[in-house]
């Protein structure tokens, strides 16, 4: 059974209709982390939020503390918020945006007080049409309240903050083409070293990243304690987090829960969440983590929903978007979907992901059109090992950016999970599925 | 003489001034032209070269980079149909042909009237609605081919014209002012935290 005792953190205005404006914000609690930061030193403001241990909720999973504690030496210049939300399946930084948008405000606010940073950016995916305009409301809101501007609260700390609108690009969540975005160039993921935007992110200057959930967990840490957060969750994986459900389930949706003490068996079949697969059929697999993962069989649906415990099996919990396939699912085709996205979507600078990423998807969609020969499994394999060699979890790189080595993971959970199911595919000349 | 209408340049000039390098504006500057022109014309690409300092060439080669940004014309009306994997287990694909045919145009393609645009989009986190459908990145409730015929038909008679605005149109939310953290003031400022900071480290130390 789910466990349900942890309070709601990021989620608690869901249940008003008006959660996005000041005067339900201002009702619920809103803004009192802020001015309870505002009296206390900056550092000890950071120091709570490492007491928290919360992992960065973007995809990587960075101790949000850790990254901030990089630059307690040099004192940082911009905090960018990532708000760039395009990880296939993922729709968590969606919801936030759009219903609470000043709790991300207000933690905003807060982290940019911690860091000493007087501007900040908040990069948000331009096809957030609504949620831009709900972000940019909630700014004017709080300039107008003094929480924003000079000499924010009658403090002496000064801040502003702009939101800046992407225009389709998935690359740009990777923090260092969100960054060239920002500069107001194409999104071409930069070199690394220097491996941190802390060392050198905007215009070359110290820069922290950080993501819209992570952002919007802040007002709850200070109002509570890093320590009260830490207790919830089990090992580094502390917190509640919000897991996008998607796929072949009856509930598809956001939902807050404790990490660790719930499974994915939880998330998917408990009838206040997923509420089971769609017409009651079984289910053959899921993705745990957004695409870039690799596929978990129905074997581990009693593994919990934490971090390291997703990354012993193999796979990654990512950016916290499940994908549920059931019995009927092609996975030739769900594996073909996939390789497209990544094809269409690669900045096109690195070689194997170029290349490699249009070949494979030639590949997969003659197998699942008619076409395919069985040569074509080894070839698929081959070919994703030139651009994650040994195939190894976590993939070995051989491009600049991650994008590259995300891109074998369906093709290689598919073809060792389901290797009937291709050659099916190549004695049927195609897909026989409806 | 300026492109831009006088309100949308006067924009464009605060939105410059919100950033502290004139180019960083760029993206935001070209959604400005499309909501002026409805796509990238030369004349607007050419004005976002002068107000980012950088060349008609740069602009298009970062504008090229990016979805949204359109070097065409596209009709009033720009349709994104989703078929990446949670649209896809939903029917993303029948969705998109279905759209295709109502419309009377490929994908990719404007309608005979020049009012809509047809897209493949790539996920738009909107995986709790399958398959999901934008326009003009505005999301719409069109879950089932019914459905969406229901909103070409109001949006061809105009009834959902306060929720969708034309193509180009992304924020309607002004911005209410420019930068309220005066630059030297705020230099001080971080001189005097950083110092006191340090001050409060040392004597932790000193412990």
Redesign the interface.
């Known amino acids: 059974m789910a466990s349900f005792d942890a309070p709601s953190i990021v989620l608690s205005r869901k249940g008003y209709a008006d959660s996005f404006t000041l005067a339900r914000y201002l009702e619920t609690g809103g803004y009192v982390a802020l001015r309870k930061a505002l009296t206390m030193f900056p550092e000890d403001v950071a120091a709570e939020v490492d007491a928290a241990s919360l992992l960065g909720r973007g995809g990587a999973g960075f101790p949000a503390g850790r990254k901030w504690s990089m630059l307690r030496k040099s004192p940082v210049s911009y905090l960018v918020v990532n708000g760039d939300e395009s990880e296939p399946a993922t729709f968590k930084d969606h919801f936030l945006v759009e219903r609470d948008p000043h709790q991300l405000v207000e933690g905003v606010i807060i982290a940019a007080y911690a860091l000493q940073v007087n501007q900040a950016f908040i990069y948000m995916r331009g096809e957030f049409a609504l949620g831009l305009e709900r972000v940019q409301q909630a700014l004017n809101d709080a300039y107008e309240q003094g929480m924003l501007g000079r000499k924010i609260l009658g403090s002496s700390f000064s801040i502003d903050v702009v939101v800046h609108p992407g225009a389709g690009a998935y690359i740009c969540g990777e923090e260092t083409a969100l960054i060239e975005g920002l500069e107001g160039k194409r999104g071409f993921p930069r070199i690394k070293p220097p491996f941190f935007p802390a060392v050198s992110g905007l215009y070359g200057e110290p820069t922290v990243v950080n993501n819209v959930e992570t952002m919007s967990n802040l007002p709850w840490i200070v109002n509570n304690g890093g320590a009260a957060f830490a207790a919830l969750g089990g090992g580094r994986s502390t917190g509640t987090r919000l897991f996008a459900l998607g796929g072949r389930v009856k509930n598809p949706g956001v939902y807050e829960i404790e990490m660790v003490k719930n499974t994915f068996r939880d998330l998917i079949y408990d009838p206040r969440l997923g509420g089971g697969i769609l017409n009651d059929r079984k289910i053959k697999c899921f993705i745990p983590g957004g695409v870039s993962a690799p596929w978990f069989g129905p074997e581990l649906l009693d593994l919990p929903l934490g971090q390291d415990e997703v990354a012993e099996k193999g796979s990654m919990l990512g950016s916290g978007s499940i994908v549920v396939m059931d019995e009927d699912t092609c996975v030739v085709r769900a594996a073909w979907r996939i390789t497209k996205f990544f094809s269409r979507e690669s900045c096109g600078q690195c070689t194997p992901c170029r290349e490699g990423s249009g070949w494979l998807e030639r590949v997969l969609y003659r197998l699942e059109h008619g076409g395919g020969r069985t040569e074509d499994f080894d070839l698929l394999l081959d070919l994703c090992d030139n651009i994650a060699p040994g195939l190894t979890w976590p993939p070995q790189q051989t491009t600049i950016c991650v994008l590259g080595s995300s891109i074998p993971s369906s093709i290689n959970s598919a073809l060792t999970m389901f290797r009937d199911d291709f050659a099916a595919h190549v004695k049927n000349g195609g897909c026989t599925h409806e | 003489m300026s492109h831009f209408r006088q309100d949308i340049r006067q924009r464009a000039d605060e939105l410059v001034a919100?950033?502290?390098?004139s180019?960083?504006?760029?993206?935001?500057l070209?959604?400005l032209a499309q909501e002026q022109d409805g796509y990238l014309s030369d004349e607007g690409i050419a004005e976002v070269a002068e107000l980012?300092d950088?060349s008609a060439a740069d602009v298009r080669?970062?504008a090229s980079?990016?979805?949204?940004?359109h070097l065409e014309p596209v009709g009033k009306y720009v349709v994104?149909v989703c078929?990446?994997?949670?649209c896809?287990?939903a029917g993303g694909e029948e969705m998109l042909e279905h759209a295709s045919v109502t419309l009377g145009c490929a994908v990719g393609a404007t309608s005979e009237d020049g009012l809509f645009t047809l897209e493949e989009s790539?996920?738009?986190?909107?995986?709790?609605v399958?398959p999901c459908v934008?326009v003009?990145?505005?999301?719409v409730r069109s879950t089932t081919p019914e459905e969406f015929d229901t909103l070409i038909d109001d949006l061809r008679r105009g009834r959902l014209d306060s929720d969708v605005p034309a193509h180009g149109t992304?924020?309607?939310?002004?911005?209410?002012?420019g930068?309220?953290?005066?630059r030297a003031?705020?230099a001080e400022?971080?001189t005097?935290?950083?110092a006191a900071?340090d001050a409060?480290?040392a004597k932790e130390e000193k412990k």
């Open positions: 919100l950033y502290p390098r180019r960083s504006a760029m993206l935001p070209l959604h980012t950088t080669g970062t980079f990016y979805d949204m940004f994104g078929t990446n994997i949670a896809l287990l790539e996920c738009l986190a909107g995986c709790d399958a934008q003009n990145h505005r999301y992304l924020i309607r939310v002004r911005r209410s002012g930068l309220r953290a005066p003031e705020v400022q971080r005097e935290a950083k900071r409060r480290a």
